[in-house]
């Protein structure tokens, strides 16, 4: 996971191409539509702070944590240049350090769950985000569905020319382990006007809503909602990303 985005880091916000504004706006909508009052904020899988960023904007108090130190590294450059105060964090989701009971809410975007593989890590990751949230709390995250991962990716090649830099996307998807493997190879210009050639391989598994509606209550969430991305309508098979909205419950003892 940590390798993943060691050189996309420094193309990840040209190549990405989402509406981070409209992303946050909907985020925002269900903690309203599920009652919910965010305030101490960790982005768990930050990338390059394009939801931490505007968050510590309005006013939340936010920490930001990812695997990756090269992601890290752009997003708190981009918070300096704010004068925004972020808590940047270089650390993994299964092991979470950080005091138990900090924050009222969870957020990872973009698919961030999705990198994790097996069973064993996603029950350890969904435990160390149940002990830091407080009683109550939220827990809003996103997965590519299986459309977007068996068919948008699937077997697909894609390609991208830039000023500075170009980029080879080519996926396969393994159907008994559901897994769909990405190779990025770049090519990027140096100073010297030549390009220089880095490689990248990302796996992306395939969780299905019934998967994180077991794995929920086996790690003490309630899992309030699984919807089609940017919608209130409930997941289809047609959707390429699928929203999650788990609440950790209050202790009535």
């Known amino acids: 996971m940590n390798q993943a985005y060691s050189s996309l880091a420094q193309f990840y916000d040209e190549s990405i191409g989402v509406d981070y504004g409209e992303w946050l706006r909907y985020l925002l909508s269900l903690t309203l539509r599920h009652h919910h009052l965010p305030k101490e904020i960790l982005d768990l899988g930050c990338g390059t702070g394009n939801l931490s960023i505007p968050l510590a904007k309005r006013g939340y108090k936010v920490t930001a944590v990812d695997i990756s130190r090269e992601m890290i590294a752009v997003a708190q450059n981009k918070a300096l240049a704010e004068n925004l105060e972020i808590a940047f964090l270089v650390q993994d989701m299964r092991r979470l350090d950080l005091p138990a009971s900090t924050f009222t809410t969870v957020v990872s975007g973009c698919d961030v769950v999705n990198y994790i593989t097996t069973p064993e890590d996603l029950q350890s990751a969904f435990s160390a985000v149940n002990r830091v949230l407080q009683p109550g709390g939220l827990w809003l995250f996103d997965l590519n569905s299986a459309r977007k991962l068996q068919e948008t990716y699937g077997h697909q090649s894609y390609a991208d020319l830039q000023s500075d830099y170009s980029y080879f996307w080519d996926n396969s998807y393994d159907w008994q ?11 990027a210009k140096t100073w010297g006007g030549l390009y220089e050639r880095v490689t990248e391989t990302h796996q992306q598994k395939l969780w299905w809503p019934q998967d ?28 390429e990303r699928w929203q999650f909205v788990l609440r950790k419950p209050i202790d009535k003892k």
């Open 177 to 187: 382990q559901h897994l769909c493997q990405m190779e990025l190879t770049f090519f």
């Open 212 to 239: 994180i509606r077991k794995m929920a209550k086996l790690t003490g969430f309630t899992c309030l909602a699984c919807y089609d991305f940017l919608s209130t309508s409930r997941w289809s098979t047609k959707a």
